[in-house]
């Protein structure tokens, strides 16, 4: 997964009023889904083990999946930007 490069001044246009939903659903979907990526690699290295209680990976692994789920799935996140991008295109 590679980092996104982000506009500087993000923050000069919510400041303005103009909103950041779209950088939001950007910041969130990496975050949660570079989480995940990187617990399910972890768990991978520590194979069966790394699914008992014995190890903190478990818990990351949990917190990781519960993340993408709990603040917006990830489809929602990719609709948010979706419509953010493409919505001045489609006549609204």
Same mark, same amino acid.
Do not use: N
């Given at each position: 997964?590679? +980092?996104?490069?982000?506009?500087?001044?993000?923050? !000069?246009?919510? +400041?303005?009023? +103009? &909103?950041?939903? #779209?950088?939001? !659903?950007?910041? #969130?979907?990496?975050?949660?889904?570079? !989480?995940?990526?990187? !617990? =399910?690699?972890?768990?991978?290295? =520590? &194979?069966?083990?790394?699914?008992?209680?014995?190890?903190?990976?478990?818990?990351?692994?949990?917190?990781?999946?519960? *993340?993408? *789920?709990?603040?917006?799935?990830?489809?929602?996140?990719?609709?948010?930007?979706?419509?953010?991008?493409?919505? &001045?295109?489609?006549? #609204?």
């Amino acid at each position: 997964m590679q +980092l996104p490069f982000f506009q500087v001044g993000i923050g !000069a246009g919510a +400041l303005q009023g +103009l &909103g950041a939903r #779209k950088e939001g !659903a950007i910041a #969130k979907l990496y975050a949660t889904e570079a !989480a995940f990526e990187i !617990a =399910h690699e972890a768990l991978q290295v =520590h &194979g069966g083990i790394g699914y008992t209680k014995d190890l903190p990976v478990e818990r990351y692994f949990r917190d990781a999946r519960f *993340i993408m *789920i709990g603040g917006g799935t990830s489809e929602i996140m990719r609709y948010i930007i979706q419509r953010e991008v493409y919505g &001045g295109c489609l006549g #609204k």
